[in-house]
Nanobody, 125 residues
Framework: QVQLVESGGGLVQAGGSLRLSCAAS????????MGWHRQAPGKQRELVAT???????NYADSVKGRFTISRDNAKNTASLQMSSLKPEDTAVYYC???????????????????WGQGTQVTVSS
């Protein structure tokens, strides 16, 4: 069973920084894309940043230049360094893994996509 566990959320003042971490577990052979999404109260979940297993990144315009995504393919982990935080960054942040391949014995199996449980980030003005 594939699981994603996030950590690192919290309360920070505007202009401050936070680092979110995500660890994927469960006999994982590879993950095509790992990323972060967020959902603010009353709003739809939106993409924040993604990175594929070749290192190509994609960022929402609202976070470009302030957030940096990284991942360790060997450890199946991803991080999001958030700087110059704004009150509008307040949301629950979710880790996402797409194109997950696990091993069942020696047989690879395509599992699809998974989400973490979310971690709250609150930026005070």
């Amino acid at each position: 069973q594939v699981q994603l566990v996030e950590s690192g959320g919290g309360l920070v003042q505007a202009g401050g920084s936070l680092r979110l971490s995500c660890a994927a577990s469960g006999n994982i052979l590879s993950i095509a894309v790992m990323g972060w999404h967020r959902q603010a109260p009353g709003k739809q979940r939106e993409l924040v940043a993604t990175m594929n297993n070749g290192g190509i990144t994609n960022y929402a315009d609202s976070v470009k230049g302030r957030f940096t995504i990284s991942r360790d393919n060997a450890k199946n982990t991803a991080s999001l360094q958030m700087s110059s935080l704004k009150p509008e960054d307040t949301a629950v942040y979710y880790c996402n893994a797409e194109g997950v391949i696990t091993t069942v014995g020696v047989t690879p199996r395509f599992e699809g996509g998974f989400w973490g449980q979310g971690t709250q980030v609150t930026v005070s003005s």
